[in-house]
């Protein structure tokens, strides 16, 4: 199993914080758990947030949605802006990749602060599987 020291997490992670039924659920929420005792450093793009609370708005009540986008401001997890250049860099990645744009924002901002990715979907995985510092998260410990 990798070890993590600093990480772009992307939605798939993030999203089990908030729904501990799911698929390793747990894994997410050590790697949650890691960033509050600064044993482990997180980055997210902003998109990430639009994605969450998207996602909450059709999974849960708009309750449950609103606290769990409250919650994400609240770790206050460092959140990268998506600029002109990164998102060029994300656009060149998913044509070369094969993947959305959304997905290739996570890659982009993991390339440009050299840090390594976190996943938990194995689709998007598979498509960049030879790209070095990108792991799923069933393959992680913290």
């Known amino acids: 199993?990798?070890?993590?020291?600093?990480a772009v997490v992307d939605s798939s992670v993030i999203l089990k914080w908030f729904r501990p039924d799911e698929p390793f659920a747990q894994a997410a929420e050590e790697i949650r758990k890691a960033y509050m005792e600064e044993r482990?450093?997180?980055?997210v793009p902003d998109l990430a947030l639009y994605e969450i609370a998207n996602v909450m708005r059709f999974r849960?009540?708009?309750?449950?949605a609103?606290?769990?986008?409250?919650s994400l401001f609240d770790l206050r997890i460092p959140i990268h802006r998506v600029d002109q250049p990164l998102l060029r860099?994300?656009?060149k990645d998913s044509f070369r990749?094969?993947?959305?744009?959304?997905?290739?924002v996570f890659l982009a901002v993991k390339e440009s602060l050299h840090l390594q990715l976190v996943t938990a979907d194995r689709r998007f995985r598979r498509s960049i599987h030879?790209?070095?510092g990108v792991f799923l998260l069933s393959e992680l410990r913290v």
């Open 89 to 91: 860099q994300a656009v």
């Open 130 to 132: 030879r790209l070095p």
């Open 1 to 6: 199993m990798e070890r993590l020291a600093a």
């Open 97 to 104: 990749c094969g993947i959305t744009v959304y997905d290739a």
């Open 66 to 70: 609103h606290r769990a986008v409250e």
């Open 40 to 43: 482990l450093e997180l980055v």
């Open 60 to 64: 849960a009540s708009e309750e449950i």
